[in-house]
C-alpha cells in the first residue's frame, strides 16, 4: 500500500503540494505515482522562473517503464527546482516526499484557495485505493 502523508494535499494528476512559507508550495509526485511508473531513471525539470498555471505541463518523468509528463497542482512561478534530480533520479522512489521533490512554486493569488482545490489526504487515498 502506498504511502499517502496526512500534512499534503494531493492532485488528480498524482502530484502533492505542501507549503514550505509564506506563499511558497513545494511539488512532487506521490508515492502511488512513483510505484506505478517503477524505476525512474531521468526527470526533464522546468526553469526556475518560469510562469505556470494549475494543469500545466512542467516536464516529464521517465521510468524504465514508460514517460509521463508533470503537472502543475498551482499557478504561479516557479522558484526552485531540484537540480538533485539530473544527477539522482532515483530520489523519486526513495523519497518521494523528501528528497525527491520535483519544485517549488510561489502561489499566484490566495494561497489556502488554491491548495483548497486539491484533493485531501482522505480524498486521494479513495482514489487510488
Known sequence: MSEIRE???????HEW????????VRVG???HAQCQLGDI??????????AVSAGDSIGTIESV????????PV??????????LEDQ???VNGEPYDGGWII?????????????????AESYRAKVD
Open 41 to 50: 531513471v531521468f526527470v526533464e525539470l522546468p526553469e526556475a522562473g518560469a
Open 104 to 120: 517549488e512554486v510561489e502561489v499566484e493569488g490566495e494561497l489556502e484557495e488554491a491548495l483548497g482545490k486539491l484533493l485531501t
Open 17 to 24: 503540494a505542501l507549503k514550505v512559507e509564506g506563499n511558497v
Open 29 to 31: 509526485i506521490s508515492d
Open 65 to 72: 517503464k514508460t514517460v509521463s509528463e508533470l503537472y502543475s
Open 89 to 91: 533520479p532515483e530520489l
Open 75 to 84: 499557478s504561479g512561478t516557479i522558484t526552485k527546482v531540484n537540480n538533485s
Open 7 to 13: 500534512n499534503l494535499v494531493y492532485s488528480d494528476d
